[in-house]
């Protein structure tokens, strides 16, 4: 009944956001002379405090209208080309200059861990003036119905092997996070079956591709409960009126509680600060705390099925690194990939994903030739900052996109063995 009594606190709080939100449109309206006081300033930073940390976020939008390609404002339009009950493929349609060439062609597929792939606006948008790019949209259980069937790991894994397919011969694949496992499974599936839509390249970023290496307090958590106590305690059905009505998920609320117990004093610090800065009057501070928490806070649920699946394969049994992972009844063998170039990054200080962690793949992936493999590890960044920030922006979006644009075909022949790299873990 958690799920439950989680919607019931929620419906019960809304009379008093609803008051609270009144009340500062009052106390901030530049009319009320006590909008000029500190008095005034305080209870309007209080009462939107209070409103912000008892809303339920929506899904944001990515919001990329335009990029710059050759010095040049160009407008994107975003699109959705693929369908399936979990998940729509988005392609950001850049208006190209008449007569200049295509860029590489690059599927992002974003975690399904409880953020939407909207966490990955700031990716994309690094990305989008040199790439050609279509994103994985994961759909919130929650809203889902159950008519619909289930979804787990290996509905995944074709997901991702389907969207390769629609996209086409030479596409370039980003994993962040979550779906390193999966993607370099499709890709070891499908070059297994020699499938000429295996992508030129996959990027694996910050993801779990053998946890028993610098486990982080995510990892552990795997390892000290059995699946039957994740099963039994974070498993609920979906509460009515939703649309997926008794699916059973795991809630998206859970994983959000998860990750902020992991860094609590920052995030209340951020708040306090937050709070002081209305006070001030400091509009840029505020705004930037308001864009950061309303993605962070919004959240979506997952399968059971998935969840549990990927908790047993991935932290548990560490099937994939171990050569035991399975797919369909088929085993997945990594050694199978020969003709994928295989770009690794991590961040120096990943309390999620250990370094090394990543690096794993270049280890299963034996038969890749050291011409077209290439592991970088960031200094000074956490998690996030792998795939969003300055130091992306800086120093790893550069090297995704030379490395792409150096491996553009697919090469099915033998390769000169070089051994290339960036600083290694």
């Known amino acids: 009944m958690f799920y439950q009594l989680y919607e019931l606190n929620h419906a019960m709080m809304a009379p ?19 909008s000029h006081t500190a008095f005034g300033r305080a209870a309007a930073a209080g009462l939107e405090v209070f409103e912000r940390t008892t809303r339920r976020y929506g899904k944001p939008e990515f919001g990329l209208h335009e990029t710059e390609i050759d010095g040049r404002a160009v407008p994107v339009a975003e699109r959705i080309v693929w369908r399936q009950p979990f998940c729509n493929l988005i392609h950001f349609e850049r208006a190209l200059p008449k007569g200049r ?51 787990d790991l290996d509905d995944y894994i074709d ?15 980003i994993a962040v996070c ?55 305690n974070v498993i609920m059905p979906v509460p009515w009126p939703q649309a997926g009505f008794m699916r059973q998920v795991y809630p998206g609320f859970l994983q959000l509680s998860g990750f902020m117990s992991m860094n ?28 950061f928490y ?12 998935f969840y549990l699946q990927t908790v047993e394969v991935v932290f548990m049994r ?32 990943d309390d999620i994903s250990g370094v090394g962690q990543t690096e794993a793949a270049q280890t299963i992936c034996t038969n890749i030739p050291d011409s077209m493999r290439m592991h970088y590890v960031q200094p000074d960044v956490g998690h996030y900052g792998v795939f969003n920030g300055s130091r992306f922006r800086r120093e790893i979006a550069p090297r995704i996109v030379a490395f792409q644009r150096e491996h553009a075909v697919r090469k099915t022949g033998p390769v000169k063995q070089v051994i290339r790299g960036g600083k290694t873990g």
């Open 264 to 291: 609590l004093d920052r995030h209340l610090i951020a708040h306090r600060e937050f709070f002081e800065h209305l006070v001030k009057n400091d509009g840029d501070a505020a705004e930037k705390h308001r864009e």
């Open 16 to 34: 008093y956001r609803a008051a609270s939100e009144a009340m500062r449109l009052a106390y901030s309206n530049p009319m009320n002379p006590l």
């Open 159 to 173: 997901y991702v092997i389907e969207m390769l397919r629609f996209i086409g011969p030479n596409t370039h694949v």
């Open 294 to 305: 309303d993605e962070y806070l919004a959240v979506m649920d997952l399968t059971a099925e």
């Open 101 to 151: 060439a295509a860029d590489p062609k690059v599927l992002i597929v974003a975690p399904m861990s409880g953020h939407y792939a909207t966490l990955l606006r700031g990716t994309v948008e690094t990305l989008l003036p040199h790439s050609d790019i279509y994103i994985t949209d994961w759909i919130d259980a929650r809203v889902v119905p159950l008519s619909e069937g289930g979804f």
């Open 178 to 232: 979550q779906p390193a496992v999966p993607v370099l499974a499709a890709v070891a599936v499908m070059e297994g079956r020699k499938d000429s839509h295996a992508p030129a390249s996959m990027t694996l970023m910050g993801g779990p591709i053998d946890t028993r290496i610098k486990p982080t307090a995510v990892n552990q958590l795997a390892k000290e409960k059995p699946i039957t106590w994740f099963r039994d």
């Open 318 to 349: 560490h099937d994939l690194p171990k050569g035991e992972m399975m797919h369909r009844g088929e085993r997945v063998d990594t050694t199978a990939i020969r003709n994928v170039a295989l770009l690794t990054v991590e961040g120096e200080n």
